[in-house]
């Protein structure tokens, strides 16, 4: 998706001005409070990077901070958040598709609808711990939980599991509408929420590392095998901070925006051999090891250099 230069001091300040929660010194922002979600996630667990829930991205409720004395570095925090905005509406219609799948009894449809409809999801990751509650009520994954039964554990992956491992829709309905309202929640509140400069170009860092170190191995998808379906949405979503960070990268550091362009054309070259031909993925059962070891030797190199994006454009 291209990103729209925004690149005025009006619009940083009214990024700064726009900040409905802040610290004194207004560099700590956070949803406001009246647009908490309706439901906790139950699981007691927070989103952290390895974890076996939650967002693939280490941010939390918390790191939403770090603006810029630089206009251009502000204003590119406002077009990143436009374009999470964007996908979040993506997302909502995605998800729709599949929960009314589920809802139907159709196990066929309802497995063709579960990857497209988390693409949009993946694409947020750099910034969906920002919101943990539903960040963690919608992708936790069975680890944080007693059992594959535990009530507590709710999302994509707790249909994932019906679909797949006991392939049947009984008893998804009330799990099917309660993915929906909490996409609803997570869209009501990412458009209250401003989203700091330093937040976004930390969370691409972490969510590609997260991706070299963890999902890497397959545990996210686990019973689907649609992990590159993830991966690809992943990197897109992290490209779209670069795309966003772009110009003032041009400017306080080309040689580090150079070598980041080169390096997500590696990953996403190396991705392309398991395309299906439909838009999709092949399982990713279908990879040998080797496959994995080039993958995941291309991704660590990525995201060693995205750890260097913040300290470049001047925020810490």
Known sequence: ??????????????????VSACSDD???VRADSSEASATDSGSGSEAESGSGS???SGLAEGDNTGFSDDPE?????????????????ELLAATTLFTD????????QAQA?????????????PVAGLIPDIDVAVDARVDDFASPDDPAWTGWHRLEYLLWEQNTTEGA?????????DLAGLASQLRNLPVAPLAAARGAGELVQEVSEGKITGEEDRYSHTDLWD???NIEGAQAVLTAFSPSLQRLDPDLLAGLEEKFTAVTVGLTPYQDGAGGYVSYEELTEADKTALQAALATLSEDLALMPAALGLG
């Not at 998706?1 to 726009?18: I, Y």
């Not at 609808?113 to 990751?125: G, N, T, V």
């Not at 799990?175 to 309202?181: E, M, P, S, V």
């Open 26 to 28: 207004g560099t700590d």
């Open 231 to 233: 991966f690809a949405a």
């Open 1 to 18: 998706m291209s990103l729209r230069p925004v690149l005025t001091a009006g619009l940083s300040l009214a990024l700064l001005l726009g």
């Open 54 to 56: 939650g967002s693939g």
């Open 173 to 181: 309905a009330e799990l099917a509408d309660r993915l929906d309202t």
């Open 73 to 89: 570095v502000n204003a590119a925090a406002v077009e990143y958040r436009d374009y999470v905005i964007a996908q979040v509406d």
């Open 113 to 125: 609808l579960y990857a497209p409809s988390r693409q949009p999801w993946e694409r947020i990751e």
């Open 101 to 108: 799948a589920v809802r139907a009894g159709d196990v066929a």
